[in-house]
T-cell receptor, first 114, second 116 residues
């Protein structure tokens, strides 16, 4: 399977703990995106990378959130000091470089903060 | 800021019938992209169809077609010959590039149920 993969698929943690999610994009895709999706809502943009450079961050991305994409391959999203409001599905997507190229989504990581 | 509105939270359609899902958006940009994505229950988001705003011709993909009305800022999705596998959440999304960045803005979605 050569689609976007995410790990883990589910994560349950206690409030105050740190969590890290991984995304492996489609291999030839330069752009990588992170979204957050809560129940009954569409995905909300968090941040995106073009190769290894993080080009934009949403105001939704508080200072407890950090994302990296070393060497322009896989990406990690870390949430420090988790809060119950962080409970959501975290989606990763990737695309080719041209503006308007469609994004291909991974299966998501469902985070539950107790 | 761009906004995307899907006014139908839920819809249902009989198998083999046709259904249209509505989407409107608000933007001051002239060049942008519009997408419909499908999210089946407990499964990942899949691209259904894509439309470039500078193209007047409506996009089609097999049983899926769009009615793109640029002046009205409307982008509806028509599903013909509905199948049980079409049961899913459908999200309309707006894509725009500006100031070196690019991101998608999604609507809240329409839950479509195909009834046997």
């Amino acid at each position: 399977d050569t689609g976007v993969s995410q790990d883990p698929r589910h994560k349950i943690t206690k409030r105050g703990q740190n969590v890290t999610f991984r995304c492996d994009p489609i291999s030839e895709h330069n752009r990588l995106y992170w979204y957050r999706q809560t129940l009954g809502q569409g995905p909300e943009f968090l941040t995106y990378f073009q190769n290894e450079a993080q080009l934009e961050k949403s105001r939704l991305l508080s200072d407890r959130f950090s994302a990296e994409r070393p060497k322009g391959s896989f990406s990690t999203l870390e949430i420090q000091r988790t809060e119950q409001g962080d409970s959501a599905m975290y989606l990763c997507a990737s695309s080719l470089l041209a503006v308007g190229d469609p994004e291909f989504f991974g299966p998501g990581t469902r985070l539950t903060v107790l | 800021a761009q906004t995307v509105t899907q006014s139908q939270p839920e819809m249902s359609v009989q198998e083999a019938e046709t259904v249209t899902l509505s989407c409107t958006y608000d933007t001051s940009e002239s060049n942008y992209y519009l997408f419909w994505y499908k999210q089946p229950p407990s499964r990942q988001m899949i691209l259904v169809i894509r439309q470039e705003a500078y193209k007047q011709q409506n996009a089609t993909e097999n049983r899926f077609s769009v009615n793109f009305q640029k002046a009205a800022k409307s982008f509806s999705l028509k599903i013909s010959d509905s199948q049980l596998g079409d049961t899913a959440m459908y999200f309309c999304a707006f894509g725009h590039s500006g100031a070196g960045s690019y991101q998608l803005t999604f609507g809240k979605g329409t839950k479509l149920s195909v009834i046997p």
